[in-house]
């Protein structure tokens, strides 16, 4: 089988997509993050929904959870107003990965391997500089690994 066989059509979003409307989406359709395409519908990166998090997320929570205890409810839901206005160009993180993606007639262990070798729950399918055709989740993988 290969990637082109059980790509599923997710949604995607621009660099200026504002970025509550991009965590929106993610909760929506309960995705395990989200892929953001150029203007041709490209594959730009895959942005996992805990690369979310962090980017809302205080550091000082982060580097110690206990502190998050601290703070309450009324305040801490105050944290996402600070994504308002921002973009998701803004969420990106600064360093670069490799980018998640596969050729469409890559293999099941093709995908297997680009997904573990990025850690993303996600792999955009496009030809070489093309447009996406689609996306495989990790779930998708793992069922379609199970089931051969």
Do not use: K
């Amino acid at each position: 089988m290969r990637a082109r066989d059980f790509a599923m059509s997710l949604p995607t979003v621009g660099t200026q997509t504002p970025a509550l409307d991009a965590m929106r989406l993610l909760a929506a359709h309960n995705l395990p993050g989200l892929i953001v395409v150029d203007d041709s519908g490209r594959p730009v990166t895959v942005m996992p929904g805990t690369q979310v998090l962090r980017l809302v997320i205080p550091r000082y929570c982060q580097d110690d959870p206990t502190l998050a205890r601290m703070i309450d409810e009324p305040s801490a839901d105050l944290f996402l107003a600070g994504v308002r206005g921002r973009t998701v160009a803004d969420l990106l993180p600064r360093e670069h990965h490799d980018l998640p993606v596969v050729d469409p007639d890559a293999t099941v262990l093709e995908i297997a391997a680009v997904m573990a070798g990025s850690r993303s729950p996600l792999v955009a399918i496009a030809p070489a500089g093309g447009p996406m055709i689609g996306a495989i989740t990790l779930d998708a993988l793992l069922d379609r690994m199970l089931s051969a």
